[in-house]
């Protein structure tokens, strides 16, 4: 028998008288008999190889675990950066669009507002023109009657209306 088996042979037995003799109810002995010192040394090099393996297994699988998340980030990170300034050049084209929308329609009513008002200049000239009759009978250039301040006020109406109409 080679003496790897005769080890093996010798660490059942020593298991197994250890565990007879835990069953027998001596679980807590003060100091340890020579057999259990013998498996604890026996053992000891194959567990402390097994840790060593298995603690490098971790470490490898931590770093390759690592690796791959801060990949992932580094990618997520990129779409996220890219999206955003999509949407950040779609905002800006949007917000010029309306703004210059905006604008136009601005600017065409101020036109339209200002047109407005020399009609409505040219309309108050034509009605302080106008002849006016003062109790007496007599022609006057006094401002005019409610019924000509009516006919003007529905005059630049009409005319208020179609210049906001037109291009």
Known sequence: MSNLAEKEVEISYLIHKEVQTLDAGEKETQMPDSSSLTVFMLLSPVVNEEANQLSTAVVKEVKQLSTAAVEEVKQ????????????????????????????????????????????????????????????????????????????????????????????
């Open 76 to 167: 997520l990170s990129t779409a996220v950066i890219k999206e955003v300034k999509q949407l950040s050049s779609s905002v800006e084209k949007e917000i010029k669009r309306v703004s210059t929308t905006f604008e136009e329609a601005i600017s065409r009513l101020c036109t339209s507002v200002e047109k407005a008002a020399e009609q409505l200049s040219l309309v108050a000239e034509e009605v302080k023109r106008l002849p006016t009759a003062d109790k007496s009978g007599e022609s006057s250039t006094t401002p005019p009657s409610i019924e000509v301040g009516e006919s003007f006020l529905h005059t630049q109406s009409y005319n208020t209306n179609r210049v906001l109409k037109s291009p």
